[in-house]
């Protein structure tokens, strides 16, 4: 049977993807809660130091053959050459693996000096070299799990990745209620341990539904020369690749950087790597629990832009690029100006931390236009533009860590420097990404449908809800309660002003592409 028999449609699958996004997503977010208050702030303050390496490791071995797996994968699909798809998927782990060999070994042989002169922890130490298996075990499962996404088989990966979180929810959490209490080091060991286990699974259980699905001795189609397919791999890897690197190095810069330049502006190692926790570990990811649709959207917005490209179809490339960011816009607004207003309790109530709503605004902001950024450097992969896409996050990320090294350590300002450099570097990469589309696609702006009318609407609920929430804590109701009766009113109330301005929310998120 042809692969397009077997496809779903691109709104079927952004709204299983998104249904099912959306349950891993509270159950992701369950679990930080939980490993916060089984850690505190400033294991989690290490974990966060670590996790940057581990960005670093996969941008320089897996991000950029896993995005040619799947746009390759597309295309040849498209085009009826599924042993062309099949090569492309084998030749992509072929080059993971052999990445992965120096760089692993480096890692795991001057993991001490990395921990010590580099991450400025010693503690970091055991959770680097746990890295290691983890970044090998990922890298498989997502070679794999883009190319069903390329092809637009759907739900294999997401429901393996939705199994992978109770997996990895269940093992952290044992082996921590196992061998807790533990020195810090071994905690987060621990940690990236229970890591290693959930990618054990993910990644055996997807090698098995590949090979099922494939049927590698029943593959039509002409195939693809070797050299021809390594150039084409290699073409789209590289600036993918380099992108994510030189984001991610920015980014574990500014991990690294904001705890010691917090020191130098005179506030104590323990409480600036909890202040440092506390933000980039607790804050940012609470406000990213709303934000469950933009993976999948991503994910089913690539394939189909690279096969509009494939097909020489721009108008049809423009259009999906024009429906998505509209799509990002009337979710992502009211998302943010709600947690804007019950954040605060949510935040006391799930991380039993006051901090977590102190800049809780100007991240909301950043966070907002983080999701934008995200669906236009997509479209623009989708398009074959990865190397703007790469200077474009160079440029943002040299504005962050300018503002973190000018900033942070200034005695009255610290955490707050950094949240000034995220808000604007991601203003400078909003603008950039809107610039390159209107040149590459033909892209026009629409402010009414993509900020006008969601943007008032949004205000209007926030507003509206920040009193309301108010009213019933002054009544006496539970913050829990009243949080939850305020989003519900909140929302019918930000959807009847979309309709008050023409905009139908139905007609907006069809995804009927």
Not at 168 to 183: E, G, M, S
Not at 488 to 504: D, E, W
């Amino acid at each position: 049977m042809d692969v397009s028999e077997k496809m779903l449609s691109a709104r079927t699958g952004a709204m299983f993807l998104t249904a099912l996004s959306a349950v891993s997503q509270v159950l992701g977010f369950g679990y930080r809660v939980i490993l916060s208050r089984l850690t505190g702030a400033e294991v989690m303050g290490l974990y966060q130091l670590i996790m940057p390496v581990y960005s670093v490791i996969l941008s320089l071995t897996a991000v950029g053959v896993t995005s040619a797996a799947s746009n390759l994968a597309s295309q040849h699909l498209a085009l009826g050459n599924r042993r062309a798809a099949d090569q492309t998927v084998s030749t992509c782990l072929g080059l993971f693996l052999l990445a992965l060999l120096p760089v692993g070994g480096v890692l795991v042989w001057c993991s001490d000096a990395i921990s010590v002169h580099l991450l400025g922890d010693a503690r970091t130490q055991l959770g680097l070299v746990l890295l290691v298996p983890c970044v090998a075990l990922t890298g498989v499962e997502n070679i794999h799990k883009h190319f069903f996404y390329g092809s637009g088989l759907v739900r294999p990966p997401a429901i393996v990745e939705l199994l992978e979180q109770f997996v990895r929810t269940f093992a952290v959490i044992a082996l921590l209620l196992l061998f807790l209490p533990q020195y810090p080091e071994r905690v987060v060991g621990l940690i990236v341990g229970g890591m290693v286990v959930c990618e054990v699974f993910s990644s055996c259980t997807l090698v098995i539904l590949y090979r099922r699905h494939m049927g590698r001795s029943r593959l039509p189609g002409p195939g693809e020369a070797g050299r021809v397919r390594r150039r084409r791999i290699i073409s789209i890897a590289l600036p993918v690749g380099l992108n994510s690197l030189l984001g991610n190095l920015m980014g574990a810069a500014n991990s690294t950087l904001i705890p010691q330049k917090l020191v130098e502006g005179g506030v104590e190692r323990s409480a600036a790597m909890s202040q440092f926790g506390v933000v980039c570990g607790m804050t940012m990811p609470m406000l990213s629990l709303p934000i469950v649709f933009l993976g999948a959207l991503n994910l089913v917005l690539v394939p189909r832009l690279a096969r509009a490209c494939a097909l020489n179809r721009p108008a049809e490339a423009r259009r999906l690029v024009s429906q998505a960011v509209s799509a990002v816009s009337l979710l992502t607004l009211p998302s943010m100006s709600l947690m804007v207003v019950v954040g605060p309790d949510l935040g006391r109530a799930m991380f039993h931390q006051e901090g977590v709503g102190e800049y809780l605004i100007p991240l909301a902001c950043v966070m907002a236009m983080s999701c934008y950024c995200s669906v236009l450097a997509a479209s623009l992969n989708g398009m074959g533009r990865q190397r703007s896409v790469a200077l474009i996050s160079l440029a943002g990320g040299g504005v962050q860590l300018a503002f973190t090294l000018a900033l942070v350590p200034l005695p009255g300002v610290g955490m707050a420097g950094y949240v000034a450099g995220a808000a604007a570097a991601t203003a400078l990469e909003l603008a950039l990404y809107l610039g390159r589309l209107a040149r590459t696609a033909g892209l026009r702006l629409q402010p009414f449908q993509w900020l006008t009318a969601p943007g008032l609407a949004a205000l209007l609920a926030a507003l509206t809800g920040n009193l309301l929430l108010r009213f019933l804590k002054d009544a006496g109701l539970a913050p829990v309660p009243a949080g939850l009766g305020t989003l519900a009113f909140s929302l019918v109330l930000y959807l009847a002003a979309l309709q008050a301005q023409g905009v139908r929310a139905r007609d907006v998120l069809r995804l009927d592409w």
